[in-house]
């Protein structure tokens, strides 16, 4: 089969779904393809499926789940993850009946996800890279991959992206937004033998040290409670800077908050598991000017591994139960926030999130949400609230406006006024099971994912667990 005009490439597969990407969406894609009855294949390029949630060490998951009555928002698939990685650390279901994030260990779940998409029956392969496009007129009929089998070809009826940077919307010539000015990047690290308890103790101790209000709607009271029933710790994204000695430390010269390419140092999200003695770190920001650079983020990646060891010596010699600490990971993947997103017929706005919004191809739901600021401390950031009302998610905004044959299956990806509205966990888990849904149905009936049946598409996602 001539491919690219040079040379004929061998075919490694023909199937119905291949997802591209192994993140939360591209797992929840794959699984919900093969549930639903189609032959589909996983390409990753690492040598694990997770994405962020692995490779990039954000181990939490933001419980954006619930209203703020307490009605389950984000269902099927999303929830499924949540519950199977918080019972590998031994609280299970616990997480449903606290606001804080759910948290979880890294190698866990590596193993989990590769279970999940076995029992799928999902044919994976990692350590794979997109290197081109297979497309007969409009419509992507495949991709050409590099790996140590060499170039080949895999040819589906329906592809999803699901490689947040929209790489196959890219190299398919799908019209895309770029270079989100605001959108910044964090190289995360992991603390080993840190003493969660002594950490928690000191704040108990120093209660407004704790800064409330900031990433989640909640009190100290309930950060407390939280870890008494999970054994897991949530502290804020800027949080650290709140902290009296940081703040004394910055304005004394001796804690900078630069390192290469990255600011920011003392933002430290932290997510400690204490019967693990681990502590998850998100700190520093960095831009990256030209976009999806390798150039740019190999160099963020390098001077992040110098940003971890300039806030491991400070914590060392500063924080209460971090004396005996040491960077036990830093993670493999920059943590890319955004860079491109689909540009598409219809667009997803921040309006549709922050109020009821009904959709008749809704394929997924969402708890309104609101981001304010309430903590009164200096550069304090935002925290995210949620109130009674749920929003939906059209099917339209997963579809290219020029390319048949795609499906968008990254939250950040999708058609929308802001990469940003949909980039966490549980929405890119939610629309990566309706774009497996919807490629499994596409390549069932014979349609394109464009004039696919969404009735049918719904109905099938009902069936697997999702309420709309």
């Given amino acids: ?22 993140g939360l969406g591209g797992i929840a894609a794959a699984t ?94 990692f350590g794979t890279m997109i290197s081109g496009v297979v ?82 709607d909640w009190t100290f009271a309930e950060a407390l409670a939280h870890y008494r029933d999970t054994r897991t710790f949530l502290f804020p994204h800027g949080g650290f800077m709140q902290l009296s000695v940081v703040q004394k430390a910055v304005a004394a010269g001796t804690f900078t908050r630069t390192a290469g390419v990255h600011d920011t140092l003392d933002a430290c999200q932290m997510h400690g598991i204490a019967e693990r003695s681990t502590m998850h770190v998100v700190t520093g920001l960095t831009d990256l000017p030209r976009g999806v650079n390798a150039h740019d983020i190999s160099h963020a990646i390098m001077d992040g591994r110098t940003m971890a060891a300039i806030v491991a010596d400070f914590f060392n010699k500063n924080i209460p139960g971090f004396e005996r600490a040491f960077i ?52 304090a950031w935002g925290v995210q609230t949620f109130t009674n009302d749920m929003f939906d998610i059209p099917y339209r905004a997963l579809i290219p406006r020029t390319v048949d044959g795609l499906i968008i299956g990254a939250g950040r990806s999708i058609s929308a006024e802001d990469p940003f509205l949909l980039r966490v966990m549980a929405h890119t888990m939610a629309i990566g099971q309706a774009a497996g849904t919807a490629g499994a149905v596409a390549a069932k009936s014979g349609r394109s994912v464009r004039t696919v049946d969404v009735a049918v598409v719904q109905s099938e996602l009902v069936r697997q667990g999702v309420s709309l």
Wanted: glycine share 8%.
């Fill in 328 to 379: 036990s990971q830093t993670a493999d993947n920059l943590g890319i926030r955004a860079t491109r997103w689909l540009d598409g017929d219809f667009v997803f706005t921040k309006a549709m999130r922050t109020q009821r919004t009904a959709c008749d191809d809704r394929i997924a739901r969402g708890a309104v949400q609101l981001d304010v600021k309430k903590h009164a401390g200096k550069d």
């Fill in 32 to 125: 919900a393809s093969a549930r639903a009855g189609a032959k589909t294949m996983l390409i990753e390029r690492n040598s694990y499926a997770g994405g962020v949630a692995t490779a990039g060490l954000c181990c939490s998951i933001f419980n954006c789940y619930y209203t703020a009555d307490h009605r389950l928002a984000v269902t099927g698939i999303p929830v499924e993850i949540a519950d199977t990685l918080a019972a590998a650390e031994g609280y299970g279901k616990k997480w449903h009946d606290h606001k804080g994030h759910i948290i979880y260990d890294v190698e866990s779940a590596k193993r989990i996800f590769d279970r999940m998409l076995t029992d799928a029956g999902v044919a994976v392969q």
């Fill in 1 to 22: 089969m001539k491919i690219d005009d040079t040379r004929d490439l061998p075919v490694l597969a023909e199937v119905d779904v291949l997802v591209a990407g192994g």
């Fill in 135 to 216: 497309k007969r007129g409009d419509t992507l009929a495949g991709l050409i991959v590099e790996s140590a089998s060499g170039r080949e070809v895999i040819l589906a009826k329906t592809v999803i992206d699901a490689t947040g940077e929209t790489e196959v919307a890219h190299r398919a010539g799908a019209p895309l937004k770029t270079k989100p000015p605001w959108a910044r990047h964090s190289l995360c690290f992991r603390f080993g033998n840190a003493d969660i308890d002594a950490f928690v103790t000191y704040l108990e101790k120093h209660p407004g040290e704790y800064p409330e209000y900031m990433d989640v």
